[in-house]
């Protein structure tokens, strides 16, 4: 069973800043099966990311995804204030099972 | 407009049993694979089981299998995760979620139904 470790578990950024969140699965994985979701509190998580580098329907184009082999990254250019919340990294089904990472806090410094 | 609605929900003893049905809308449900995904109090989220379109191929997360079916009724545009043996550490929300038959992801998630094993 593959094992996603995503870091840090808390980044403080200032609105307008860059944030780059990381996601390390514990073998190799496809490209195909790595997914980033957004989580606010009180709602169901948003697919941001598809396909390591794929953008969701209605995603800002502030957010981009990048990667491969075990190292997978988030990367939002700006951060605008709605951005803040928990980020998930996800690997869908390498062993027909799917696996979140502990997720990441983006919160306001 | 695609709509998941979640339900049966609750207050249950440990070891006791629970079903919950999820209700979808706005797409051919048989088309596309379902998850049941949780996320405990303050904890992240956690993937609990899926199931393709014609339900003849379900997986479970290891923490549940054996416990947890995952079944779907097309019919009814219904799926159902039923939770037998249930423990304290199953207390989570849980969401329903679709997946997309052109990538790998959860486009479309339910609401979440509340689930807590208490006694």
């Known amino acids: 069973e593959i094992v996603v470790t995503q870091s840090p578990g808390t980044l403080s950024l200032s609105p307008g800043e860059r944030a780059t969140l990381s996601c390390r699965a514990s073998?190799?994985?496809?490209?195909?099966?790595i997914g980033w979701y957004q989580q606010k509190p009180g709602q169901a998580p948003r697919l941001l990311i598809y396909?390591?580098?794929s953008r969701a329907t209605g995603v800002p184009d502030r957010f981009s995804g990048s990667g491969s082999g075990t190292d997978f990254t988030l990367s939002i250019s700006r951060l605008e204030p709605e951005d803040f919340a928990v980020y998930y990294c996800?690997?869908?089904?390498?062993?027909?099972?799917?696996?979140f990472g502990q997720g990441t806090r983006l919160e306001i410094k | 407009e695609v709509r998941l609605v979640e339900s049966g929900g609750g207050l249950i003893h440990p070891g006791g049993s629970l079903r919950l049905s999820c209700a979808a809308s706005?797409?051919?449900?048989?088309?596309?694979?379902m998850h049941w995904v949780r996320q405990g109090p303050g904890k992240g989220l956690e993937w609990v089981s899926r199931?393709?379109?014609?339900?003849?191929?379900?997986s479970y997360a290891t923490s549940v299998r054996g416990r947890f079916t995952i079944s779907r009724d097309n019919a009814k545009n219904t799926l159902y995760l039923q939770m037998n043996n249930l423990r304290t550490e199953d207390t989570a929300v849980y969401y329903c979620?679709?997946?997309?038959?052109?990538?790998?992801?959860?486009?479309?998630w339910g609401q979440g139904v509340l689930v807590t094993v208490s006694s």
């Open positions: 073998r190799g994985v496809s490209t195909t099966y």
């Open positions: 706005g797409f051919t449900l048989r088309n596309y694979w």
């Open positions: 979620a679709r997946g997309d038959p052109s990538f790998w992801g959860l486009p479309y």
């Open positions: 396909g390591v580098s």
């Open positions: 996800q690997e869908y089904g390498t062993s027909q099972s799917v696996t």
């Open positions: 199931i393709n379109g014609i339900g003849s191929n379900t």
